[in-house]
């Protein structure tokens, strides 16, 4: 098992920064690649970045490419979603997954999910 916490939600402005992290506890973190998906209200869950056990290669979603930043550091067992250039439409629960070995665009190829954080982007 695996057990994901997110923090670092909250309320800013458009053009502002937030920076997000999970904090991974249970079997060895760095066996896993580690995403970020966010879910706005009324719309299906997406995908927003993946970075692998070795945080050797990174993936963005087309809208987040330039803007946020995915990093971690397995001596922490954390993973982290800087975002920048925050926009209205970036408002939603955002969600880290966990999945061994490789990650993946779909959400259902993941066992593992923290309980999400909230991110409003106020205009």
């Known amino acids: 098992q695996v057990q994901l916490v997110e923090s670092g939600g909250g309320l800013v402005q458009a053009g502002g920064s937030l920076r997000l992290s999970c904090a991974a506890s249970?079997?060895?973190?760095?066996?896993?690649?580690m995403s970020w998906f966010r879910q706005a209200p009324g719309k299906e869950r997406e995908f927003v970045a993946t970075i692998s056990w070795s945080a050797g290669s990174t993936y963005y979603a087309d809208s987040m490419k330039g803007r946020f930043t995915i990093s971690r550091d397995n001596a922490k067992n954390t993973v982290y979603l800087q975002m920048n250039s925050l926009k209205s439409e970036d408002t939603a629960v955002y969600y880290c997954a966990a999945r061994y070995n490789s990650g993946s665009v779909y959400n259902k190829d993941y066992a593992y999910w923290g309980q999400g954080t909230q991110v409003t982007v106020s205009s």
């Open positions: 249970g079997r060895t973190f760095n066996s896993y690649a």
